[in-house]
C-alpha cells in the first residue's frame, strides 16, 4: 500500500530542510554510482518507529519569480495537496509572524491535520517563549531544535497519530499491478482507455485533466491486472504550471502499489530532464520497469527512427539499462499488442527467484573469468550468495570484507546473474555481508 506523505511547510529562514534532514537521516546523503540518475531533494522515504512515510520538503519548491508572501502561499497549497498530514514549522527565536498567520491562514482551509512545530528551541529556558504560538491555533506547540535534534520523537509522535488507517483494497497475489507515469500529456490517459478499450479515464491534449488516481482492473487472456492511472493536475493554475515537480508527487504513491512501472514517454516531444526524474523515483523503489514511447504514430520515421530512438533512451535513462522498450500509439491502438508481454516479463522476472546451489555456481564461475579486486593488499574472497528477497530480486554475498566489494565489481557480478537468469524488466539488488 501507499506510504503516508508528510508535508513541511513554513515561511522561509524557520530550519525547514533542517528539519527534513534530521527526519530523513542519512538516506539524504547517501549517493549511489549509478549514472544518469537525476536527485531531487524535495522529496525522500523516511520511518519512525513502527512507521513508513513520504516526506515533503516544501523548501525545495522553486516558485520562481513570485513576490515574498506568494511564493509561501503557493508551496503550501502544494503541500496541502499531496500530504496526509502536514508539519508547520515556526521560528521560536522570534514572534508570530505576518507570514506565519499568512501560512495558518491557507491551513485552515485545508482540512488537513497539522502539527505546529517551534524550532530553533535549543534550551529548556527558550520553552516559555512558545506560548505565543497558541494564537495560531493548532492547538499545542511542540518545541523542537532542529540543530541539535532535540525534540523529533515528541514531534513525529503527534505526526503518527494522524496517519491514515492501514486499511486499503488488497488484490490476489496472481493479479499483476500496474502503472504508468510520466509527465503531463505524453498520453497516459489514453493508454490506459486503449488497453481498457472504453472511455474510462478523461483524455484531452490540455495536460493535467486527469483528476484522480484511479484503479482498473480487468482480464487479459486469462490474466487479471490492475491498472493504477496517476492524478494529474488536481487544479489548473500558476502553482503547477511552474513547478515540474508535482508530476513526481503524484507518481510516488502510485508507484508504491504497483508491481510494474510503465514509464511513458512523448515519441513526439522526445526526453526531458523531467522524464529521467520521475523514472527515476520507480528504479530507487525497486519495481519492474518498462518504458513506452507513445505517440509514435505522429513521428516522421525512416528504417532507422526506432533504433536512433532506442540509443537515445538508453543513453539518457542508464540506470534503467534492464528495461524493455515499447513504442506504440496509443491513439491509433498501433503495436499496442507488444505491451502487454513486456509487463508479464517483467512482472515474472520481478517475482523471481532462483536456487542457491545454481546461484553459487554462476558467481564462482564469474570470480575465475574475472578474480575479485585487491586494496592494500588484501583480496576480496567471495565464500557464497544467497538470495534473500524478490520484488526486486536481492541477493547477500558473504564476504571477508564488504568494503572491499567496489562497486563495479558489483556491477561485473550483477551482469553475470543477468545474463545467468534473465531478470529483464527488474532492477536487482546485491549486498555484501561478512561471513561471521
Known amino acids: ?114 502539527v505546529l512545530a517551534v524550532n530553533k528551541v535549543d534550551n529548556p529556558e527558550m520553552r516559555d517563549q512558545i ?76 495536460a493535467g485533466t486527469t483528476r484522480d488516481a484511479i484503479d482498473s482492473p480487468y482480464t487479459y487472456n486469462g490474466q487479471k491486472y490492475v491498472i493504477i492511472d496517476t492524478a494529474g493536475m488536481r487544479k489548473k493554475g500558476k502553482v503547477y504550471e511552474t513547478t515540474e515537480k508535482y508530476s513526481v508527487l503524484r507518481a510516488l504513491r502510485a508507484i508504491e502499489r504497483s ?49 536512433e530512438f532506442e540509443q537515445k533512451i538508453r543513453d539518457h535513462f542508464q540506470f534503467l539499462d534492464y528495461a524493455p522498450i515499447v513504442f506504440l500509439s496509443a491513439k491509433t491502438k498501433k503495436r499496442l499488442h507488444t505491451l502487454m508481454p513486456m509487463i508479464n516479463m517483467a512482472s515474472e522476472n520481478h517475482a523471481r527467484r532462483v536456487e542457491t546451489s545454481v546461484l553459487n555456481d554462476v558467481i564462482m564461475d564469474a570470480v575465475a573469468m574475472n578474480p575479485t579486486p585487491t586494496d592494500k593488499g588484501r583480496r576480496l574472497k567471495i565464500y557464497y550468495t544467497t538470495q534473500v528477497a524478490v520484488k526486486p530480486p536481492t541477493f547477500v554475498v558473504f564476504v571477508n570484507d564488504p568494503e572491499l566489494l567496489h562497486f563495479s565489481y558489483e556491477r561485473f557480478l550483477e551482469n553475470r546473474i543477468r545474463d545467468a537468469f534473465g531478470f529483464e524488466g527488474t532492477p536487482i539488488k546485491i549486498y555484501a555481508r561478512e561471513r561471521k
Not at 41 to 61: K, V
Not at 93 to 103: C, G, I, K, N, W
Open 131 to 206: 506560548f505565543d504560538f497558541y494564537s495560531l491555533g493548532f492547538g499545542e506547540p511542540i518545541p523542537i531544535s532542529g540543530t541539535h535534534g532535540l525534540g523529533l520523537g515528541d514531534l513525529l509522535d503527534e505526526v503518527a497519530k494522524h496517519f491514515p488507517s492501514k486499511h486499503e483494497e488488497e488484490y490476489d497475489e496472481d493479479v499483476i499491478k500496474f502503472s504508468l507515469i510520466g509527465r503531463p500529456n505524453v498520453g497516459k490517459s489514453s493508454l490506459v482507455n486503449a488497453l481498457l478499450g472504453e472511455e474510462r479515464v478523461i483524455v484531452s491534449d490540455i
Open 1 to 114: 500500500m501507499a506510504k503516508p506523505v508528510v508535508a513541511i511547510v513554513g515561511r522561509p529562514n524557520v530550519g525547514k530542510s533542517t528539519i527534513f534532514n534530521r527526519i530523513v537521516g542519512e538516506r539524504i546523503s547517501i549517493v549511489e554510482d549509478i549514472p544518469g540518475v537525476t536527485r531531487d531533494r524535495i522529496y525522500s522515504s523516511a520511518e519512525w518507529l513502527t512507521h513508513d512515510f513520504n516526506i515533503i520538503d516544501t523548501g525545495g519548491i522553486d516558485i520562481g519569480d513570485e513576490p515574498f508572501l506568494e511564493q509561501i502561499r503557493q508551496q503550501a497549497e502544494i503541500a496541502i495537496n499531496e500530504a496526509d498530514v502536514i508539519i508547520f514549522i515556526t521560528n521560536g527565536r522570534e514572534r508570530v509572524t505576518a507570514a506565519d498567520e499568512e501560512v495558518a491562514k491557507i491551513l485552515y482551509k485545508s482540512k488537513k491535520p497539522v
Open 259 to 307: 508491481d510494474v512501472v510503465l514509464v511513458v514517454l512523448n515519441g513526439e516531444e522526445g526526453i526531458i530532464e523531467q522524464d529521467k526524474r520521475i523514472a527515476g523515483y520507480a528504479h530507487e523503489a525497486g519495481r519492474a520497469v518498462v518504458i513506452v514511447v507513445n505517440k509514435w504514430d505522429a513521428v516522421e520515421k525512416d528504417e532507422k527512427t526506432m533504433r
